[in-house]
C-alpha cells in the first residue's frame, strides 16, 4: 500500500502559476517509483498530465500542457510536484497523484491520492 497526499490546489488568475506537490508513504513505498499527476474536469474523462521516473529525468507530459508544466521529484523527501505555468481556464481540474512500480506503467497507475482542485478564473 502507497499513500499519496496532493496539496497546493487552490484559485488562480488566467496566466498565473501553482505548485502543486505530492508526499508518498507507505510500507510498500520505494524509491524507484514512477510518479505522475492526472486531472479530472467535472463531465470529463480522468487523462494523464505528467509523470517522472525514479531518477526525475525521465519524464513524460501530455501535450495540452507541454512546454507550460514541470514535474519533478525529491525522493530525500519523497514527493514529487508540478510547477504549472501560464494557467488557463480550461486547466480547472481536481488533480491527482500517482505513482506506479514500473515506469512502463506510469500512464495506468496503481496508486492514487485523493486529489486536489485548482480553479483558474479568466
Known amino acids: 500500500q502507497v499513500q499519496l497526499v496532493e496539496s497546493g490546489g487552490g484559485l488562480v488568475q488566467a496566466g498565473g502559476s501553482l505548485r502543486l506537490s505530492c508526499a508518498a508513504s507507505?510500507?510498500?513505498?520505494?524509491?524507484?517509483?514512477?510518479m505522475g499527476w492526472f486531472r479530472q474536469a467535472p463531465g470529463k474523462e480522468r487523462e494523464f498530465v505528467a509523470a517522472?521516473?525514479?531518477?526525475?529525468?525521465?519524464?513524460d507530459y501530455a501535450d495540452s500542457v507541454k512546454g507550460r508544466f514541470t514535474i519533478s521529484r525529491d525522493n530525500t523527501k519523497k514527493t514529487v510536484y508540478l510547477q504549472m505555468n501560464s494557467l488557463k481556464p480550461e486547466d480547472t481540474a481536481v488533480y491527482f497523484c500517482?505513482?506506479?512500480?514500473?515506469?512502463?506503467?506510469?500512464?495506468?497507475?496503481?496508486?492514487w491520492g485523493q486529489g486536489t482542485q485548482v480553479t483558474v478564473s479568466s
Open positions: 507507505g510500507r510498500t513505498f520505494i524509491s524507484t517509483i514512477a
Open positions: 517522472a521516473d525514479w531518477t526525475g529525468y525521465s519524464t
Open positions: 500517482a505513482a506506479d512500480r514500473r515506469w512502463t506503467d506510469h500512464r495506468k497507475p496503481d496508486y
